[in-house]
């Protein structure tokens, strides 16, 4: 069972990246999927999470109307999509398996059962 976070890289503020979050040994779609970040001396929080329907998306106010998630079962893949990137939002970004499958406390790590290795987004100014 494996999660793998890719896509991130070195960005100017204003520009995109999409992440991908892809799954090994288990298919993602009994699964809510949350993206958490992590920037350098803070705790990790969570951004957003997709339900295993992929009906329902949730955001933090932080990313709200810049980020977008999305999933494709078909690749058993969840992406987000981050548009007008701030340097706050500069950090490592975690895909995780929330097994409520309705993202029932999507900021909330300890309710994560798998992770993926995180991938590193900076913005520059």
């Known amino acids: 069972v494996q999660l793998q976070a890719s896509g991130g890289g070195l960005v100017q503020a204003g520009g995109s990246l999409r992440l991908s979050c892809a799954a090994s040994?288990?298919?993602?779609?009994?699964?809510?999927i949350g993206w958490f970040r992590q920037a350098p001396g803070k705790e990790r929080e969570g951004v957003s999470c997709?339900?295993?329907?992929?009906?329902?998306?949730y955001y933090v106010d932080s990313v709200k109307g810049r980020f977008t998630i999305s999933r494709d079962s078909a690749k058993n893949t969840v992406y987000l999509q981050m548009n007008s990137l701030k340097p706050e939002d500069t950090a490592v970004y975690y895909c995780?398996?929330?097994?409520?499958?309705?993202?029932?406390?999507?900021?909330?790590?300890?309710?994560?059962?798998?992770w993926g290795k995180g991938t590193l987004v900076t913005v520059s100014s």
């Open positions: 995780a398996a929330d097994p409520s499958a309705v993202c029932y406390d999507y900021t909330d790590s300890n309710a994560m059962d798998y």
């Open positions: 997709i339900s295993s329907s992929g009906g329902r998306n």
């Open positions: 040994g288990f298919t993602l779609g009994y699964y809510a």
